[in-house]
């Protein structure tokens, strides 16, 4: 149904230095669900990614973000309800506070030290955490503090790029498991890219499969799974240990 669509592409294209980099691309994302966009390097996933939140402008066709068309949302309003968390995980200096009030400051709000706590209980964090230098965090730690400062905005959509690709094991099971958590508790929808295609596979309701700028299939996990497609075939046989 409409209604359950987040995200629609319509006949999508990106080009750059006439060299497309997106062909043709169709295809909707669900409320509320996790997509995977999986794919080899230069697929053309993260630049999918970008045009979401209009960090890149497609070049032909329409995309539509809560049945309204991208180009009629002002990009701050948009980039508050599309939420971008990245693998770098990037903290300004000082506290771990004062990076989950940056949200608010940049809207000339504050946050008092209860709503703080509250975020990081969110994510799993000690409320001790709360006056840490932010510096002083493992991967993990400031993974799981992204992830909280995207919250602040109260986003309808996260987009996930790699976000657990530079931890170990451990601290990625731990985000993997909070990113269920946060979607089953906030209902938002969630469009996540992964090399890790086991990871795509147990953590997803749809995926998206991507090859030379195209989307080459979308499906639930199940239907990917046993897809007879030859390019899903060869993007699957190429699961991660």
Do not use: C
């Amino acid at each position: 149904m409409e209604s359950d669509v987040a995200v629609q592409f319509k006949n999508v294209e990106y080009e750059i230095n006439n060299s497309k980099i997106l062909k043709e691309i169709n295809g909707v994302f669900i409320q509320g669900k996790l997509t995977s966009i999986i794919g080899p390097s230069g697929a053309g996933k993260s630049t999918l990614l970008t045009l979401i939140n209009l960090l890149k402008s497609a070049t032909k066709g329409e995309i539509l973000v809560g049945g309204k068309t991208i180009d009629s949302y002002d990009p701050m309003e948009l980039r508050r309800k599309v939420q971008l968390v990245s693998q770098e995980a990037t903290m300004i200096k000082g506290t771990v506070k004062d990076n989950l009030e940056l949200p608010l400051i940049l809207q000339n709000k504050n946050m008092t030290d209860e709503e703080a706590e509250h975020y990081l209980e969110d994510v799993d964090l000690s409320t001790s955490f709360l006056n840490k230098n932010s510096k002083e965090l493992s991967g993990g730690e400031k993974q799981k503090l992204s992830l909280a400062r995207a919250l602040v905005n109260k986003p309808s959509i996260i987009l996930l790029d790699e976000v657990t690709s530079a931890l170990d094991r451990n601290s990625k099971q731990a985000i993997e498991l909070l990113l269920q958590k946060i979607k089953r508790e906030h209902n938002v929808t969630m469009i996540w890219i992964t090399h890790d295609i086991n990871q795509a596979l147990r953590m997803s309701d749809y995926v998206w499969v991507m090859k030379n700028g195209e989307v080459v299939e979308t499906n639930t996990v199940e239907e990917i799974e046993n897809s007879k497609n030859t390019d899903v075939k060869s993007v699957i046989g190429e699961k991660s240990i």
